[in-house]
């Protein structure tokens, strides 16, 4: 607070402002130089998550082709699918059921 206030840390002006007023500081800072900082409000979902979660919320809307022009410049390629598929070894896949001792 006191870099962006241009203040020594031991500042009394920095004790003179009330906590409501160091947030709207801190948010308005962060939203002039989101690389160097990062605020958000207790309480507030972060931007980032609430473009995901209104993606995600197309999924339970869309059905059909529409769902799948939706989703396959998401998805990876087939070859890409098919590569992850070659290389799961099925060795290695413990089937569970009941023990035996």
Known sequence: MSRI??????DPELLNHTEP????ILEMYSAEHPAELKFTR????????????SQIGWVDVL????LDDYL?????????LEKLRNTVD????????PRTN
Do not use: H, Y
Request: hydrophobic share 30%; net charge positive.
């Open 21 to 24: 007023q160091l947030d709207f």
């Open 42 to 53: 207790p309480g507030k979902p972060d931007p980032e998550l609430e473009k995901i979660q």
């Open 5 to 10: 206030l241009e203040k020594s840390p031991f």
């Open 72 to 80: 396959k410049p998401r998805l990876p390629s087939e070859a890409t």
């Open 90 to 97: 099925s060795s290695a896949v413990v089937r569970m059921g």
């Open 63 to 66: 059905t059909g082709k529409a």
